[in-house]
């Protein structure tokens, strides 16, 4: 079997995805239009567009012993994903997000994390083999910091890119995990949280500073910037699409971005399979159902 190129520390949740006309206003109870459930938790969505987009992808991650488990575990394995680095933990409920859609394709989601929350250090390390063996490790912020803090640390100490994806928008990220960061992906309003500044130009390179190589603030409809060591900032348009919903948009820019990446290493190639997977995933609703193969991830980002 051919070695594993992405490591994803990260989430699992089951998503209730539920259609509404207009998100309610607090108080308000409105009526759904229609409701979806599905695999989501932006680690396995990253993780699954990763695989879907060509890259051999293992999943490190927490789940319960329910039911989701099973649907979690399903969903990776369909996609060829190696799920040696997931514990089933007893007692613990798998993770779910309630996402409530607009008919603009906005979105408003609610996640508990259940079991999420118990993938630790020590189960990191028993996976040491594989994220030291990889291309690339990708983690966000839905599931502890000591663990991803560990997987980079291991991932350094082999010489492998890190990937961190700063969402959920956090209030600060700790320097010591930012010191074994090499590329720190946000979207506006997280850079803006983050570093105080209001424009993509000036949240770029105050991450950069605090990186290994690279920050990427993506920006929605209008595409996204690379801030790469002394070269100019790179900004790419964003793809024009009749948008369904936006769900995991920003999951499938990852995912695509990181599979081109560990396929090329070239930052600004990654770049526009990100930005051709993420317009894709709004075409459709709800997450992992909505992301796209590689094939048709080329054929857009080389149009
Ligand atoms: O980024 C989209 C994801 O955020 C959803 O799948 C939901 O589970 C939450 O984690």
Same mark, same amino acid.
């Given at each position: 079997m051919q070695p594993v190129e992405i490591v994803v520390v990260g989430s699992y949740n089951r998503d209730v995805v539920l259609s509404v006309a207009q998100l309610p206003a607090p108080g308000e109870t409105c009526l759904a239009l229609g409701r979806l459930t599905a695999p989501g938790g932006k680690g396995s969505n990253q993780a699954v567009q990763a695989a879907r987009a060509g890259a051999r992808v293992a999943m490190l991650a927490a789940v319960g012993d329910d039911l989701h488990a099973d649907e979690a575990l399903a969903t990776w394995t369909a996609c060829g994903i190696?799920?040696? @680095?997931v514990a089933r933990l007893a007692g613990r409920d798998t993770g779910m997000a309630v996402v409530m859609v607009d008919a603009r394709g906005e979105n408003s989601i609610i996640v508990d994390a259940g079991a999420n929350t118990h993938l630790d250090a020590a189960h990191v390390e028993a996976a040491a083999g594989l994220v030291g063996g990889a291309k690339l490790v990708v983690a966000q912020l839905e599931t502890p910091v000591a663990a991803t803090r560990r997987a980079f640390e291991i991932a350094r100490a082999a010489g492998v890119t890190t990937l961190l994806n +700063? +969402?959920?928008?956090?209030d600060a990220i700790s320097d010591d995990l930012l010191a074994v960061t090499d590329i720190l992906v946000v979207n506006e309003g997280e850079g803006q949280r983050l570093t @105080? +500044?209001?424009h993509a130009h000036a949240i770029g390179p105050a991450l950069l500073q605090r990186v290994g190589q690279a920050a990427i603030v993506t920006l929605g409809a209008q595409g996204a910037v690379l801030f790469q060591g002394e070269a100019e900032p790179a900004a790419r348009g964003a793809h024009r699409v009749e948008v369904v919903d936006t769900t995991g948009a920003g999951d499938a820019f990852i995912g695509a971005f990181a599979a081109r990446l560990a396929a090329t290493g070239d930052a600004g190639a990654a770049l526009a399979w990100g930005l051709a997977a993420g317009a894709l995933a709004c075409?459709?609703? @709800? +997450?992992t159902d909505s992301f796209a193969e590689a094939a048709a991830i080329a054929a857009l980002a080389e149009a």
């Open positions: 190696d799920v040696s @680095g +700063a +969402a959920p928008a956090p @105080g +500044a209001s075409t459709r609703l @709800g +997450a």
